[in-house]
């Protein structure tokens, strides 16, 4: 047998991650984690339900999304600031499992909390972001301003005495 490594010029350790579709889920109090799709099934008429994730007293699954394990995903908090992570940097877990909270992997500030998760791939046709802020202030961002973030953040929009709401990706023509 014979190794050939002059057709390699670069090897990753995202070339090694296998891609695959995965549900992202996040809870009121900053829990997060990824399961495979294919965890979940379609429940047929009169089918017990099955549970999907263990939570702490008074919490409830905030956002859940589908990405894919090589997709990026933008993390906007309440205050404006913006962070990027890959899908197979997030933490595993299984279906019963709490997942970890979200501090524990993004530098955010104990006062900010997590308003959107916007997953997107370089081929997406998404190509701006949409904010919606709690005053009525709306602003439409190119999502190619957010391909590079440092490790502490990025400030997405500038707000005075006022809350970021949500984030949702747009074609530019909706």
């Known amino acids: 047998t014979e190794i050939n490594l002059t057709d390699i010029e670069y090897l990753d350790d995202e070339s090694l991650i296998p891609e695959e579709k995965i549900v ?4 009121k109090t900053g829990y997060i984690k990824r399961l495979p799709i294919d965890t979940y099934r379609t429940q047929n008429r009169g089918g017990k339900g099955v549970k999907g994730m263990n939570m702490n007293e008074n919490d409830v699954i ?10 990026y995903l933008l993390v906007f ?6 962070f990027r992570m890959r ?3 997030l933490p595993a877990g299984s279906r019963i499992s709490k997942g970890i909270p979200i501090i524990n992997l993004l530098n ?3 006062d900010d909390k997590v308003q959107a998760l916007v997953p997107y791939n370089l081929e997406d046709e998404s ?12 602003k439409r961002t190119a999502i190619s301003e957010f391909e590079s973030i440092r ?3 990025k400030i997405a929009i500038t707000l005075i005495d006022d809350e970021l709401v949500d984030v949702k990706g747009t ?4």
């Open 87 to 89: 899908g197979f940097q």
């Open 24 to 27: 992202v889920t996040l809870t």
């Open 77 to 82: 908090t309440n205050r404006g600031k913006v």
């Open 62 to 71: 905030d956002r859940a999304i589908n990405m894919s394990t090589h997709d």
């Open 171 to 174: 074609s530019g023509n909706d």
């Open 108 to 110: 955010i500030d104990k």
């Open 151 to 153: 490790q502490n953040g």
């Open 127 to 138: 190509k701006y972001l949409f904010f919606v802020t709690k005053k009525g202030i709306v």
